[in-house]
């Protein structure tokens, strides 16, 4: 749920916001203040998986966004990025597990930019049912890695999940090698 450049251009605005919204932690905690859940004494960082926006990390990073996604995942993304890299396509990624905190604070985002949790959780889910959380999912950073995923993911396992989140993978191909029919968006399933 982080690519700003193709959010942009699909007018996809809820994840810019709640993304745009972690900046300022960074840079003086301003945001904090309004975000129950996360004090100015305990700002998102890189031990809630929070990668800064505009930021990408590669999968061979040492930073808890990468090292502690599910195995399973990480290994299929390390078999598909060497397949991809033949074709000269590169796998960096925007968002990979995420801290119960983290989630929360972007569904909080969500839920104060556009009035109610369900339409919220189109975009963003609560911290009890992401993937995210769980280490398994990733938003891959690069159009090309999501094309190339899109088309040729399924032999490692990868899907797309949701029709409204064409960076969002998660390893739910079947044994033959079949992914399960994309979803609306979030509050589908
Ligand atoms: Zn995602």
């Not at 599910?70 to 396509?89: C, F, K, N, Q």
């Not at 597990?97 to 959780?121: H, I, K, M, N, P």
Request: glycine share 10%; net charge negative; with cysteine.
């Amino acid at each position: 749920m982080r690519l700003r450049t193709i959010l942009a251009s699909l007018a996809a605005g809820i994840l810019i916001t709640a993304l745009a919204g972690c900046t300022p932690l960074d840079a003086q905690g301003s945001a904090a203040a309004s975000v129950p859940h996360v004090s100015d004494a305990g700002r998102l960082g890189p031990q809630d998986g929070y990668i800064p926006t505009g930021g990408s990390v590669a999968l061979t990073d040492d930073v808890p966004a990468v090292t502690r996604l599910d195995g399973r995942l990480r290994d299929a993304l390390g078999r598909a990025a060497a397949a991809a890299a033949e074709r000269h396509v590169a796998f960096t990624i925007a968002d990979g597990w995420r801290s119960t905190r983290y989630q929360q604070y972007l569904f909080d985002q969500a839920v104060a930019q556009y009035g109610s949790a369900q339409e919220a959780s189109r975009w963003v889910k609560p911290a009890d049912q992401s993937k995210h959380v769980h280490g398994a999912a990733v938003d891959i950073a690069t159009a090309d890695a999501m094309d190339w995923l899109v088309r040729f993911g399924a032999e490692y396992g990868l899907c797309q999940i949701y029709a409204n989140e064409s960076w969002h993978f998660e390893l739910a191909a079947d044994a033959s090698g079949t992914c399960p029919a994309l979803l609306t968006d979030g509050s589908a399933g």
